[in-house]
């Protein structure tokens, strides 16, 4: 396991989805890719993921609880038309990228990723992620249409000692 929870559970992430949804084409770590005047060079539909925020709480003993955001960004390039009056086909391909979205979703929530602990088994290393929201944002001037899905996990950390740098990431005790 590294030693930063947050690069852990970005790759976990990032096996995750690759391996849940084969539809997506590209995953990487959200650095604002689309905030410039044309599309970026991406493969779509592509997951951009990030870090939105974390809360800590005292656990005691050196530790601390954190309850962290994750955002998982679905871009799409497909600006098919869904207008009543066009056949199903062109509907359902226009309507495509909430089902990619659902797909998403469905192989996040819930999902608690796993590491060997010193017993060699496998435990969950932070709680099941849980969605909590999304929002749409279109954006029209670059041809994208992006899904942005909320979801949060906790876990507890232990801190490194006083003039040390190594940090432990306690498995879950709710999984032990």
Partial sequence: ???????????DLQDRIAEAVPGI?????????????????LDYPAVLIDVEGTDYDEAGEGSQ????TFSVRIMHANFAKSIHKSSDRVREQALEDFTIEHDVVSAIHGWAPV????????????????RTGDRSENRNDIGLRIRTVLFTTAWEER????GTIARDMLFCPFFI
């Fill in 1 to 11: 396991m590294l030693e930063s929870p947050f690069a852990q559970i970005m790759l």
């Fill in 25 to 41: 084409r590209m995953i990487d770590r959200y650095i604002g890719q689309e905030q410039t005047a044309i599309k970026p060079a």
């Fill in 65 to 68: 609880f954190a309850r962290a």
């Fill in 115 to 130: 590491a060997e602990g010193s017993d060699g088994e496998l435990h969950q290393y932070c709680e099941p992620f849980i």
């Fill in 159 to 162: 801190m490194p000692e006083p």
